[in-house]
């Protein structure tokens, strides 16, 4: 007999929703069942914990294992059916949006996951800023719901303070763009919701980063970036946990994954355009001047990154990366 499960985000199998019972009656063949499960989750049973296969859901041990009283028991490896792109993200989305909202940015990849869920979406960024206009228009264009955080440089400067010390990796980069997912969870948490639909992800496999127009080995910077969505991660859900909130990523489910992987990198960035084969997915999903919007990175797009830039003259210093660090 399983004692108690303890389960932190959410299971499924082969694209069926799991609870906690459902979990506890798998495990008792052993931890091997742990194996066959998708989803986000840190589980424990028994002397047992594993995380999910990228390990969205931190925890005591590495991503996609099982330990059993110290030791390695086993890998999480869910093997669902291949899908084509569009299909696997409509599935993936369509597993995380029971419950939660989604964090609009108005570009293409947080469009996508918005449309798809049809859960309420949060925006923030400064008055005015292009965040906050381009969120509006999507939302009214998509038919979504939009609630809007107005930022002041006072909210800014607090959410700095309050991240630099969990983030793991304390440069300005990171710190700008935890700050926006700071103002994000808050806003969660403060309307009830721990679940925050993201897109993290897919710059990473669809090539979505302005350098991939001039990489001589798209491939090879594509797998470079892949391999460190793992610290992003780390940092974004440090940011979340600050308020009892973590950050789904449907583009990280093990078959958008796979499909992306499975596509020509050179298809992916070609005639000045990143996201191709991303914004082809979008196109049957919305309409095609939202699918091939280009928007800034959510620093910049929000406005945080000037009041952080701003903050750090105000207070003597030269550069941001020393103000960052003078905050530790």
């Known amino acids: 007999m399983v004692d108690t499960v303890m389960l932190q985000g959410w299971i499924e199998e082969d694209g069926q929703r799991l609870s906690a019972d459902d979990v506890g009656a798998l495990l008792e063949a052993g931890p091997s069942a742990v194996g066959r499960f998708g989803g986000e989750f840190l589980l424990s049973w028994d002397g047992c914990v594993a995380r999910d296969h990228f390990g969205i859901i931190p925890g005591p041990c590495p991503a996609g294992t099982v330990f059993c009283n110290g030791r390695e028991a086993g890998t999480v490896s869910p093997d669902p059916p291949d899908l084509d792109l569009h299909d696997a993200i409509v599935e993936a989305v369509r597993l995380r949006s029971d419950a939660g909202i989604t964090a609009l940015s108005g570009g293409v990849d ?12 949060v925006a923030v960024g400064l008055p005015g800023s292009h965040d906050l206009e381009r969120a509006a228009y999507v939302a009214e264009k998509l038919g979504l719901s939009l609630h809007t955080v107005e930022l002041t440089p006072a909210m800014i400067s607090a959410a700095l303070h309050a991240v630099v010390p969990v983030i793991p990796d304390k440069n300005p980069v990171d710190a700008s763009i935890a700050t926006t997912l700071y103002c994000v969870a808050a806003w969660a948490a403060e309307h009830g919701y721990t679940r925050i639909l993201a897109g993290q992800g897919a710059d990473e496999l669809f090539g979505g980063y302005a350098r991939y127009l001039v990489s001589t080995d ?22 979340g946990g600050l308020h009892g909130t973590s950050f789904s990523l449907p583009y990280l489910d093990i078959r958008v994954v796979r499909a992306a992987q499975a596509l020509p990198p050179a298809g992916m960035v070609a005639g000045g355009v990143r996201k191709r084969d991303l914004r082809r997915v979008a196109e049957r999903e919305m309409p095609p001047d939202i699918a091939r919007y280009e928007k800034k990175a959510m620093q910049y797009g929000s406005g945080v990154w000037k009041v952080i830039r701003n903050l750090a003259r105000e207070n003597g210093y030269c550069c941001v990366a020393d103000y960052v660090k003078s905050l530790l």
């Open 110 to 121: 947080s469009s996508l996951i918005a449309v798809l869920a049809g859960l309420p979406c």
């Open 218 to 239: 798209l491939a090879g910077d594509l797998e470079k970036d892949f391999r460190g969505l793992a610290a992003q991660s780390a940092r974004d859900q440090a940011v």
